[in-house]
């Protein structure tokens, strides 16, 4: 039916459709980069080296032959043939054959999407040995893409007041102003919070859970971890329903004093330690003063670290909150009030967008959305906030009928269908259409929002309309399905 939306009548228009921006196409270029994939039998780790990861009487390096270690020893059989405090974590990965290993030296900087030989989508995972220097936004913006589509992160932590370098931040600050102030979702997006504490010592436990590829992997089972000036990360699983604490400082548990954590983002993986101490094998560059946590009888480091290093590049089964991009998920619709049946709520819209007037039809039922129609400069709105559970695919899809009264070949009016963070940056557009695509009829459009499964996301209609000559975008039965 036709009819200008506020005023009696529009002229009747069938334009051929001009087709519309691929929704893959438009999410790969939001994200910059093609998704890191696990490879078949090796699995490629990034160690950080490249902020401050030396400073003071830290020498949280694999081996001083970098970018690769095997400079140093192609065939290492024990933790001295690499120097460096981290030579055991190193030396293990490679002896068990199953890992390629590289450090991102010092006065690089992190990327992806480049061509450099440790750009970020050369690896499966990326881990931050307690940095001490702040990564600049564009190392923040690589960092989140990279774990969106499908890299592992781990962050390893020391206590507050832990600044080696003495340039004013220490790995608290730096790792909460990764997750707090980032281009790709700053609106919690990993589910925790790193605490500015320093606890002296102790032996924190993990928790009962067969089941965890962390705590039962194929590197041993973890018992206990090590507090020797370290902190802990308050969760919040509203924030991101994948986030786990796996260890925990004495008389905590829930939510609180989570020593060791894991969680999703997008079709990727996260880790955090909140204390270097246990990465440390006693042995590395001389000048330092070291400490074997490592080897320390009253826990079991050693298995931990190697066992996340596992599940964070691929290898092992979800670590609770689901397989990013491959694991089990309950099918389920997301968006309420997805026909507008129930009149102006639950969406946030422009006054009079949904609405039951005989001026459009509704695909089903009675009421859907309308955008614009009026002949006059005009921009309406049309959105809801959802979070998309970690371990989703997820797809989008809605309805669409465009009708104008406009005849030229000029797009004067368009419906943007966009993705936003809880900041309102847009996180993609999904497809622009304009009075061009007018016809006769509905047609279905679907999207795939899989990559943001673990994030807060608010899906957004803009129409945005001319001075002169009317087009009407007309949306009924969305949906946001997971699977």
Known sequence: MLGTRRFPHRLTTALAALGLLAASAALQASAGAAPAHAAATTHRVLFDNAHAETAGNADWIISTSQPDPLGQDSSPSAETDWTGALSSWGVAL????????????????????????????????????????????????????????????????????????????????????????NSVDSTDPFGFSIDALNIDSGYPAAISDSADPVLHGSFGTVTKSLFANGTTATLKPADNSAVKGLVYRSGYSGNTGAFFVTSAFGKGRVAFWGDSSPIDDGTGQSGNTLYDGWNDSGATNAALALNATAWLAGSGADSGGGDPGTGS???????????????????????????????????????????????????????????????????????????????????????????????????????????????????????????????????????????????????????????
């Open 94 to 181: 490679q002896k068990s054959g199953g890992y390629s290993l590289k450090t991102l030296p010092s006065g690089s900087s992190l990327a992806y999407g480049g061509s450099s030989a440790t750009d970020l989508s050369n690896f499966d995972t990326l881990v931050l040995p307690e940095p001490n220097t702040a990564f600049t936004a564009a190392e923040k913006t690589a960092i989140m893409n990279f774990v969106k589509n499908g890299g592992g992160l781990f962050m390893i932590s020391d206590h507050t007041a832990s600044d080696r370098n003495n340039d004013g931040k220490d790995s608290v600050q730096i790792l909460n102003d990764l997750m707090s102030d």
């Open 329 to 483: 998920c309950t099918a389920a619709q997301l968006l309420g009030n997805a026909g507008f049946e129930s009149g102006a709520t639950t969406w946030s819209a422009t006054s009079g967008v949904i609405t039951n007037s005989t001026g459009e039809k509704a695909r089903s039922g009675s009421y859907y959305a309308w955008l614009d129609g009026n002949g006059t400069a005009t921009t309406d709105t049309l959105s809801q906030s959802v979070t998309v559970p970690a371990g989703c695919g997820a797809t989008l899809s809605f309805s669409l009928h465009i009708d104008t009264a406009e005849t030229t070949t000029t797009a004067y009016d368009t419906l943007k269908a966009q993705v936003l963070n809880s900041s309102g940056t847009v996180l993609a557009t999904l497809a622009t259409y304009s009075n061009l695509d007018a016809a006769t009829g509905y047609t279905r459009r679907s999207f795939d929002l899989g990559g943001y499964a673990g994030q807060k996301i608010t899906v957004k209609f803009t129409g945005t309309e001319g001075s002169k000559l009317q087009t009407s975008f007309v949306l009924d039965d969305t949906a946001l399905d997971i699977a």
